[in-house]
Structure formats: structure tokens, C-alpha cells
């Protein structure tokens, strides 16, 4: 079955690297999301990342796949106050309709 | 570019009262849509999608239900709201043979 597991909650102080983990079940999963949503908002598509592919770089963040592991980190360098919000990976396989997500992992950054 | 739309942003309905929350999709032709529903605290629970006009797929069962009359348009809708239909609602879109899925600003239901 499909599952995806994040932990809940991150705390880091301003101008310090975060690190949000997620670990997922499907075998088959073929593309991997962060998403960000900050309070009472949507969800903001940060990066994705296509299962063939180990890492991905945009900026600040830094995607990391272990597809052995079915292990997924999003990396933010340099974490600012406004990158308080929570995050949520996510998975689907190609085909598919939907997205699986996480639970979510609530990133707290203080100055 | 594209755009998603939904209202109302918010919504405080009466138990047993019905329920209309509309999502629009402006920029793009014969999009995938979504909807999911985000409980306090807790993550994204899929609810319906649609691949076209009048197909509906339903991820679980449940009091809501959901139609496409156009293309770009997409409706959640309950004829008897139960204090468990509380929550965030998310419309979400996905262009045909992209990988990505934009969600739309959201509507939070609180049903008393």
C-alpha cells in the first residue's frame, strides 16, 4: 500500500541548514514533491524530483532521493524566519492520478 | 499563466445545512482537478478527482460529492453537513503531461 511518513516537527535557528525527512512505502513511486504551506494558505510546489535522478538543486534547496532506502530530504540552506510554514512530501507513480502526501512537518526557524 | 480560483475563503454552515464550494481553473484546457481536505493538524486527505466533463472519481466514502459542469470548473457539495465535515478544502489542478499539481488558496469550513 501506499504510505508516506514525515516527522512532525523541526526547530532551527535563523541562518542554520534545515533538514525535513520523509520516508514512503511505494516501490513504484516515480516522482517525489516538497510542497510548503504556511498558515491559513494553500500549498506552494517548492521542487519535485523524478525517481531516476539521486539530487536536485534550486537555490537554497537541495533534494536529496536514497531510492534504495525510499528515503527523501529536502535541504533548505540558510533557513530564514520566513521559511516558517509547514512542509509536505509527497509521491505518485507515473499513470497515476493522484499524490500521496505526508503528514507534514512543521518547521519553526528563530532569529 | 495560469490561475486557480476558490471560494468562499471561508464558511461557517449550520449541521444539517448544505454545502457549495466552487473551484476555478483559468489558463489551461482539460486539466486534471482535485479535491482534498485538510483536518486540523493533520495532513491532505484526497476526496474526488476528475480527468474530464461530468468524470467524477471518489477516493473515499463520505457525506460530500463533487461535479464538473465545464472544463475548468469544479464543485464540492454536501446536502446534509455533518460537524466532521470541518476543515480546510484544496482545490488542486494538473496540466495534461506535466508532473506538476498547483492548489488553489483553499476554503476553511467550520460546521457548528
Known amino acids: 500500500g501506499e504510505d508516506v511518513e514525515q516527522s512532525l516537527f523541526l526547530s532551527v535557528r535563523e541562518g542554520d541548514s534545515s533538514v525535513i525527512n520523509c520516508t514512503y512505502t511505494d516501490s513504484s513511486s516515480t516522482y517525489l514533491y516538497w510542497y510548503k504551506q504556511e498558515p491559513g494558505a494553500g500549498l506552494q510546489l517548492l521542487t519535485y524530483?523524478?525517481?531516476?535522478?539521486d539530487m536536485k538543486q534550486d537555490q537554497r534547496l537541495t533534494v536529496l532521493l536514497n531510492k534504495k532506502d525510499k528515503h527523501l530530504s529536502l535541504r533548505i540552506a540558510d533557513t530564514q524566519t520566513g521559511d516558517s510554514a509547514i512542509y509536505f512530501c509527497?509521491?505518485?507513480?507515473?499513470?497515476?492520478?493522484?499524490?500521496?502526501f505526508g503528514t507534514g512537518t512543521r518547521l519553526l526557524v528563530s532569529p | 499563466s495560469q490561475t486557480i480560483h476558490q471560494w468562499p475563503a471561508t464558511l461557517v454552515q449550520p449541521v444539517g445545512s448544505p454545502l457549495s464550494l466552487e473551484c476555478t481553473v483559468e489558463g489551461t484546457s482539460n486539466p486534471n482537478l482535485y479535491w482534498y481536505r485538510q483536518a486540523a493538524g493533520r495532513g491532505l486527505q484526497l476526496l474526488f478527482y476528475?480527468?474530464?466533463?461530468?468524470?467524477i472519481s471518489s477516493e473515499v466514502p463520505q457525506n460530500l460529492s463533487a461535479s464538473r459542469p465545464q472544463d475548468r470548473q469544479f464543485i464540492l457539495s454536501s446536502k446534509k453537513l455533518l460537524l466532521s465535515d470541518s476543515g480546510f478544502y484544496l482545490c488542486?489542478?494538473?496540466?495534461?503531461?506535466?508532473?506538476?499539481?498547483?492548489f488553489g488558496p483553499g476554503t476553511r469550513l467550520t460546521v457548528l
Open positions: 488542486a489542478y494538473r496540466d495534461r503531461g506535466y508532473n506538476e499539481q498547483f
Open positions: 476528475s480527468v474530464g466533463i461530468g468524470q
Open positions: 509527497a509521491e505518485t507513480r507515473t499513470g497515476f492520478q493522484k499524490l500521496v
Open positions: 524530483i523524478f525517481s531516476n535522478m
